[in-house]
């Protein structure tokens, strides 16, 4: 099966900064990978995705890209603010399926210092 | 406005009680999902249902059960046979039409957390 590995843990960077959060697939044929934003007390909430057939792909301060061939994706979150900070996790899967394929990264902790 | 609810959002346990989480979505999605979250872990799902009186085991489904009578509720029960109950459940649901994009996007809810004392 899937196995999805997100690096850092914890990240921790200055307001109006960059955060880079980066994440592996293992699985050649996932052709499909949403980031999800979970703040403190709440459910993760889609916040951008992207599908295997574009290489980057840009919401305002977030971005998406994707290395079929190195099996890995990252988001860029730019002019960071205090309120990007929340837990962001990766996830990968076959785009023709349900949810119920999605693997999940183990989190990433982005901490936004005033 | 369209959400997902989950009750509640606290619950104490003790030990070999089992309790039942509440989950309810008038998104009209046809599909809902259990996941635990634990910390430092990522989102493990516990069972998924793409229709109303269907539903299926997912990677963690030892010591849960759940039931689908209606397509607006997904509840999940916590048995006296999960080992390592405490932990924060949340409930998601998406559109059930494989083959397309929209069946892979969750909408979760709020969360509940277990204690089990």
């Known amino acids: 099966g899937e196995n999805v590995e997100q690096h850092p843990s914890t990240l921790s960077v200055q307001e109006g900064d960059s955060a880079v959060i980066k994440c592996t697939y293992s699985d050649s044929a996932s052709n499909y990978f949403p980031w999800y934003k979970q703040e403190l007390g709440k459910g993760p909430q889609l916040i951008i995705d992207i599908r295997s057939n574009v290489g980057e792909k840009k919401d305002q301060r977030i971005a998406v890209t994707l290395n079929k061939t190195a099996k890995h994706f990252s988001l860029h979150i730019t002019e960071t603010q205090p309120e990007d900070s929340a837990v962001y996790f990766c996830a990968a899967s076959g785009m023709g399926g349900g949810a119920d394929g999605l693997t999940f990264g183990k989190g990433t902790h982005l901490i936004i210092q005033p | 406005d369209g959400g997902i609810t989950q009750s509640p959002k606290y619950l104490f346990r003790k030990e070999g009680q089992n309790v039942t989480l509440s989950c309810e979505q008038n998104l009209n999605h046809d599909a809902m999902y259990w996941y635990r979250q634990d910390p430092g872990q990522g989102l493990r799902l516990i069972y998924y249902?793409?229709?109303?009186?269907?539903?299926q085991k997912g990677d963690i489904a030892e010591g849960y059960s759940v039931s689908r009578e209606k397509k607006e509720s997904f509840p999940l029960t916590v048995t006296s046979a999960q080992k390592n109950p405490t932990a924060f459940y949340l409930c998601?649901?998406?559109?059930?039409?494989?083959?397309?994009?929209?069946?892979?996007?969750?909408?979760f809810g709020a969360g509940s957390r277990l204690t089990v004392l």
């Open positions: 249902s793409q229709i109303v009186n269907d539903f």
């Open positions: 998601a649901s998406s559109t059930a039409v494989r083959g397309r994009g929209g069946a892979n996007v969750l909408t």
